[in-house]
T-cell receptor, first 115, second 114 residues
Framework: QQQVKQSPQSLIVQKGGISIINCAYENTAFDYFPWYQQFPGKGPALLIAIRPDVSEKKEGRFTISFNKSAKQFSLHIMDSQPGDSATYFC??????????????FGSGTQLTVLP | NAGVTQTPKFRILKIGQSMTLQCTQD?????MYWYRQDPGMGLKLIYYSVGAGITDKGEVPNGYNVSRSTTEDFPLRLELAAPSQTSVYFC?????????????FGQGTRLTVV
């Protein structure tokens, strides 16, 4: 019930192309959906996030599309650049106890953008 | 600001040994977390804390212990290390609950148990 399923596991895209990473969840208690970006040897860093009351959020070349009825959300990277090569994690947050929330992460997608 | 600092960066332990992974943050964040990252498995929450003196279990707490005596520090203790604890460990902190702010991660500790 707490799982977030992410696909594909790896993705290779040409420079200038569109990268698309998909995630699906089951638990309707999830109410906040961030994406984290991780470069080799570094910790993950927040890239963009969305709440389920909107269907799309765009920040620069990065867009989250959210389909509440299908319980799916996806990350689109437009005009992909070699510098975007990293591992991307989708996540979902739910209220756990007291004032705390937990993040459940997907398994990650290793994106390689070819020059 | 240094952000979230983890030590050590690498460690090799023998089965049955114990060790403490150190984590400190200088952002005055109340919320702190420990995750482990295994290949192809994403990050799993081990323990978290909502403030000094308050800790709680996450998804995979067995074999670990934590304490939070100060706002800045959140050490993770491994007792009787096992090969299954070979992983990359990340400490993170946040100013607010995770639906209103981001988690800031340290650079990780790569632990191998042999």
């Amino acid at each position: 019930q707490q799982q977030v399923k992410q696909s594909p596991q790896s993705l290779i895209v040409q420079k200038g192309g569109i990268s698309i990473i998909n995630c699906a969840y089951e638990n309707t208690a999830f109410d906040y959906f961030p994406w984290y970006q991780q470069f080799p040897g570094k910790g993950p860093a927040l890239l963009i996030a969305i709440r389920p009351d909107v269907s799309e959020k765009k920040e620069g070349r990065f867009t989250i599309s959210f389909n509440k009825s299908a319980k799916q959300f996806s990350l689109h990277i437009m005009d992909s650049q070699p510098g975007d090569s990293a591992t991307y994690f989708c996540a979902a947050s739910y209220f756990s106890s007291g004032s705390a929330r937990q993040l459940t992460f997907g398994s990650g997608t290793q994106l390689t953008v070819l020059p | 600001n240094a952000g979230v600092t983890q030590t050590p960066k690498f460690r090799i332990l023998k089965i049955g040994q114990s060790m403490t992974l150190q984590c400190t943050q200088d952002m005055n964040h109340n919320y702190m977390y420990w995750y482990r990252q295994d290949p192809g498995m994403g990050l799993k929450l081990i323990y978290y804390s909502v403030g000094a003196g308050i800790t709680d279990k996450g998804e995979v707490p067995n074999g670990y212990n934590v304490s939070r005596s100060t706002t800045e520090d959140f050490p993770l203790r491994l007792e009787l290390a096992a090969p299954s604890q070979t992983s990359v460990y990340f400490c993170a902190s946040s100013y607010s609950p995770l639906d209103r702010g981001e988690a800031f991660f340290g650079q990780g500790t790569r632990l191998t148990v042999v």
